[in-house]
């Protein structure tokens, strides 16, 4: 899994994990905010039935009242009368007023005619509830309220029904009346469904947003990898090429020498020992040919040496970076007559090859553009442990260079020595740092400290 895989999976799991806890959050709020409605929906509804009992029953109080109340009437006489008026004062489709006494015996039902005159004291509804029971006794306490299952007259079915009785007290009945609630019920069960409805709409926008936000996600991450992908290629592309063109100038520079100087060297080392030859044959003395041709020879022997060195350096293997620097100061200030100062540490133990091998090219490219561009007359080279970093400096005291336009520059052939520079480093989690003015430049390597292989011995940083 690459890192644009690795940044695209971070992107989307915290996306999905929050989408999950929004969906189950939301169902549990959509969940508990559904029952809170249809129970305060039910609540309400069976506070007005009550309220609507209250007033029936105080309806047929007051319908019975001037017989309850009349002494001078033969009270057997105002029973009867009370009777009919009950029986018939009926209300609604299933609503009616019954009564009983205080100890059971049925004495007013018009739905149930049958109860009347029997003692129904110990009648029990399906959930056990003794019915007449409970509703004399919440007579007896001032008025109350009973839910319990009974006959629906209209149906013929179990149905809930919520009753009040209160008490006649002269005469020792219950008087009560009841409203059946299924229907309740059934409204609140519709508002359930219709409030799931909506939540299972809320749902599947909530799920199509995930989706919308995954695939923006989705895309976007294969968009970028698509673009670092291209971004990877073009830069692989550039580097090929600057490979390719550093390899060319390489050979081309090996062809120069080779040609401007070696063979230049050994043609006239062959002039010279052919004069040689001709001399002895006239018997002239060769002593000062001879001479030439041995310095030619050493000449092209230390162009060779050189030409080896530049190709790789040995002096790294045998001696360390501090003897290689210090052999590539030394030669070029004899090539060039610019002076050169050496300070360092030792870090021939600190340095794996490679990174040896970058710092010395480092500081070999530098010597060749002071060399080539800088017109100075003297050159700093230090090697110091700062924080850190492992830090090779070269400063010299030359023109200096506008460091920004060379950034700048998009030409392949600008600033490529600069380029390698920075790429060497890179390789090794280093950085690249140049200050330039018209007093100098000064060009910094550094190497995270952290990658150095001290060995524990006092020599490694001496």
Avoid at 71 to 77: C, F, G, V
Avoid at 92 to 108: L, R
Avoid at 174 to 195: C, E, P, S, W
Avoid at 287 to 304: C, G, P, R, V, Y
Wanted: charged fraction near 25%; charge should be neutral.
């Amino acid at each position: 899994m690459n890192i644009t895989q690795k940044i695209q999976l971070l992107s989307i799991l915290p996306l999905a994990a929050a989408m999950i806890a929004v969906g189950i959050l939301t169902q549990y709020q959509f969940d508990r905010l559904s029952s809170e409605i249809s129970d305060t929906y039910k609540s309400s509804v069976i506070e007005s039935r009550k309220q609507e009992l209250k007033n029936y029953t105080s309806l047929a109080r007051s319908s019975i009242n001037h017989l309850y109340e009349n002494s001078d009437m033969d009270e057997s006489i105002a029973k009867e009368l009370v009777i009919a008026v009950l029986t018939n004062l009926n209300y609604g489709e299933d609503g009616y007023f019954f009564a009983y006494t205080a100890d059971g015996t049925g004495v007013v039902h018009p739905k149930q005619p049958f109860r009347v005159g029997k003692n129904w004291w110990k009648l029990k509804d399906d959930a056990g509830r003794p019915l007449i029971q409970d509703l004399v006794y919440k007579a007896q306490a001032g008025g109350g309220f009973l839910e319990y299952s009974w006959e629906k007259p209209s149906s013929g079915e179990e149905a809930t029904k919520l009753a009040y009785s209160i008490m006649l007290d002269r005469w020792q009945w219950m008087l009560g009346t009841g409203i059946y609630i299924d229907d309740i019920n059934h409204q609140v069960n519709r508002i359930k469904a219709d409030f799931d409805s909506k939540i299972t709409s809320s749902s599947y926008v909530i799920l199509l947003v995930a989706l919308i936000a995954f695939g923006v996600v989705f895309f976007c991450g294969l968009f970028l990898q698509f673009s670092e992908r291209k971004l990877a290629d073009s830069k692989l592309q550039e580097l090929t090429k600057r490979v390719m063109n550093t390899q060319e100038e390489e050979r081309n520079r090996v062809s120069r020498e080779l040609h401007d100087g070696i063979s230049q060297l050994l043609a006239s080392a062959k002039f010279s020992l052919e004069t040689v030859s001709l001399k002895v044959a006239n018997q002239d003395d060769p002593s000062a040919d001879i001479d030439a041709a041995q310095a030619k020879l050493s000449q092209t022997l230390q162009d060779l040496r050189r030409i080896s060195r530049d190709l790789h350096p040995r002096v790294l293997d045998d001696h360390g970076l501090s003897m290689g620097i210090e052999s590539l100061a030394e030669s070029f200030e004899k090539r060039t007559g610019i002076t050169v100062d050496f300070n360092h540490i030792s870090v021939r133990n600190l340095l794996p090859m490679d990174m040896k091998t970058s710092l010395y090219r480092v500081a070999q490219e530098a010597l060749t553009n002071i060399e080539r561009h800088a017109n100075a007359s003297h050159v700093d080279i230090s090697i110091e442990l700062k924080g850190k970093w492992l830090v090779l400096s070269i400063t010299d005291n030359g023109t200096g260079f506008d460091v920004e336009s060379l950034e700048r520059s998009r030409s392949p052939t600008v600033g490529i020595g600069l380029r390698n520079m920075q790429e060497r480093l890179s390789y090794h989690k280093g950085q690249l740092k140049i200050k330039s003015s018209h007093k100098g430049t000064r060009i910094e390597a550094r190497l995270p400290k952290a990658q150095l292989s001290f060995s524990g011995k006092r020599e490694d940083i001496a």
